[in-house]
Nanobody, 116 residues
Framework: QVQLVESGGGLVQPGGSLRLSCAAS????????MAWHRQAPGKQRELVAA???????NYADSVKGRFTISRDNAKNTVYLQMNSLKPEDTAVYYC??????????WGQGTQVTVSS
């Protein structure tokens, strides 16, 4: 049974930082590309950041220079370090793991609220 469990969300003031974690089980984690997506109320889900099985990363333009995605294959965990947070970063953040042909899996989401 595949599980992706996010943690680390919460309420933070503008300019603050949060670190999201996503612990994976039931998959050969090192073979999977991992990504963080987010969905704000009334908006479509969007890709925030992704990291390949080899460690290559890419980011949405809106978060470049502020967010960093990383992975620890020994811990089957992917992280999203979020700095200089803005109110427009408020959303539910979802962890996603995908491997061509094999599977595409999602976590349950964690709420991030940026507000003073």
């Amino acid at each position: 049974q595949v599980q992706l469990v996010e943690s680390g969300g919460g309420l933070v003031q503008p300019g603050g930082s949060l670190r999201l974690s996503c612990a994976a089980s039931g998959i050969t984690f090192s073979f999977y590309a991992m990504a963080w997506h987010r969905q704000a109320p009334g908006k479509q889900r969007e890709l925030v950041a992704a990291i390949s099985s080899g460690g290559s990363t890419n980011y949405a333009d809106s978060v470049k220079g502020r967010f960093t995605i990383s992975r620890d294959n020994a811990k089957n965990t992917v992280y999203l370090q979020m700095n200089s947070l803005k109110p427009e970063d408020t959303a539910v953040y979802y962890c996603n793991g995908y491997r061509a042909v094999v599977g595409n899996y999602w976590g349950q989401g964690t709420q991030v609220t940026v507000s003073s």
